[in-house]
T-cell receptor, first 114, second 112 residues
Framework: GAVVSQHPSRVICKSGTSVKIECRSL??????MFWYRQFPKQSLMLMAT?????????EQGVEKDKFLINHASLTLSTLTVTSAHPEDSSFYIC??????????FGPGTRLTVL | QKEVEQNSGPLSVPEGAIASLNCTYS??????FFWYRQYSGKSPELIMF????GDKEDGRFTAQLNKASQYVSLLIRDSQPSDSATYLC????????????FGRGTSLIVHP
């Protein structure tokens, strides 16, 4: 299957700081990438759909000014959590779409905000 | 509202048995169906996808799709303790820009 990387895998930061997470498709081009958040023992929650060269589409209830998404190339999307607070601590997972419908997930980033 | 339903489990099966995981979906226009495996603390991993009614086999895994009844299942033959994980069902449609809707997942425990 296709390979998607995510960096960093784990980050601990102080409240009020911003954190950038990178998602890369390593062996294919992805015009569409997705960002999810998952709390412990909870299901995946889609945050936004990221399309190369255009603005991201955010799901209802997700603050676009807090979760900045940039999809600058066909292989890279970034999620920046601005002014992070402890309630933003979660497991953030990106995925990249190959073909019309198949998603491959990155390994995830565990964010802890102190 | 598109819905994908899975029994949260846990489903407990002995090693060597067949594990049967089920998923129902509400959108009759759904076209693409996926099964992902997620180990605790890890991200989901694609196991199988299926588009047409019937069975699709890949090694110990068989996906079964019945569009008339709006269900898709995953069978795991000769279950191993390493198969213990949460299995996520995902469904997508062209009308939804192929953005999949995920079920909450079924926890599978394979005990020795």
């Amino acid at each position: 299957g296709a390979v998607v990387s995510q960096h960093p895998s784990r980050v601990i930061c102080k409240s009020g700081t911003s954190v950038k997470i990178e998602c890369r498709s390593l062996d294919f081009q992805a015009t569409t990438m997705f960002w999810y958040r998952q709390f412990p023992k909870q299901s995946l929650m889609l945050m936004a759909t990221s399309n190369e060269g255009s603005k991201a589409t955010y799901e209802q209830g997700v603050e676009k000014d807090k979760f900045l998404i940039n999809h600058a190339s066909l292989t890279l999307s970034t999620l920046t959590v601005t002014s992070a607070h402890p309630e933003d601590s979660s497991f953030y997972i990106c995925s990249a779409r190959q073909g019309p419908d198949t998603q491959y997930f990155g390994p995830g980033t565990r964010l802890t905000v102190l | 509202q598109k819905e994908v339903e899975q029994n949260s489990g846990p489903l407990s099966v002995p090693e060597g048995a067949i594990a049967s995981l089920n998923c129902t979906y509400s959108d009759r226009g759904s076209q693409s169906f996926f099964w992902y495996r997620q180990y605790s603390g890890k991200s989901p991993e694609l196991i199988m996808f299926i588009y047409s009614n019937g069975d699709k086999e890949d090694g110990r895994f068989t996906a079964q799709l019945n569009k008339a009844s709006q269900y898709v299942s995953l069978l795991i033959r000769d279950s191993q303790p390493s198969d213990s994980a949460t299995y996520l069902c995902a469904v997508a449609t062209s009308g939804g820009s192929y953005i999949p809707t995920f079920g909450r997942g079924t926890s599978l425990i394979v005990h020795p």
